[in-house]
């Protein structure tokens, strides 16, 4: 308790605090391990997923990781972000990915919403193999992209189902489902 109190002297955002018993868990890092089967890459995804959550607990900042999806090595990382709830990639970043087809995107959503457009969207013009969202809640989602969606068009289906079902989650939750019939976009959360 003392040091809940002491983040919330600093200025911490209590609302992305994380559980810290939880992304410590053997729960939490199993769902690494469905992931990938390769013990190398899960490895390091939930290594870096721990390091990303403790580091920007409590702020609204992301961290973002760039891994090789065959063999698990960084290949570039962004932990000093300057805007809050984005990642701007560095010219170092985009050397170290430019051109690779097996790349793991995996960063963190501090408000614990499912991936963006913005992020479908990155993960098709990057060409990842896969994005991952890692939610200050302890909620993972894996998404794919195999083409653009404007950003009008996904805030339209939101709006739609935030008037139906008054909470930004499950209205995010249910446009990206009903958006997967008609665009060639997936998404699922990691159990």
């Given at each position: ?56 607990s409590g702020t609204k900042y992301e961290d973002m990781y760039w891994i090789d999806g065959d063999c698990g090595k960084v290949l570039a990382k962004e932990t000093n972000a ?110």
């Amino acid at each position: 308790m003392d040091e809940y109190l002491e983040l919330q002297r600093y200025g911490r955002d209590k609302t992305t605090l994380i559980d810290n018993g939880y992304i410590l868990s053997g729960a939490f890092r199993k769902k690494f391990d469905a992931i990938s089967t390769n013990i190398d890459v899960s490895r390091t995804l939930y290594s870096k997923a721990k390091e990303m959550l403790m580091h920007r607990s409590g702020t609204k900042y992301e961290d973002m990781y760039w891994i090789d999806g065959d063999c698990g090595k960084v290949l570039a990382k962004e932990t000093n972000a300057i805007e809050e709830e984005q990642i701007l990639y560095s010219n170092s970043v985009q050397c170290a990915i430019s051109g690779r087809e097996n790349v793991i995107a995996m960063h963190t959503h501090p408000c614990s919403m499912p991936p963006s457009i913005a992020d479908f969207n990155s993960v098709y013009e990057h060409n990842y193999m896969l994005g991952i969202v890692v939610c200050h809640n302890g909620k993972v989602f894996c998404y794919k992209s195999s083409e653009t969606v404007t950003q009008t068009m996904y805030n339209l289906y939101v709006a739609d189902y935030y008037q139906l079902l008054h909470d930004e989650y499950e209205a995010q939750i249910a446009a990206l489902n009903e958006m997967m019939k008609t665009y060639d976009i997936a998404y699922w959360e990691v159990e």
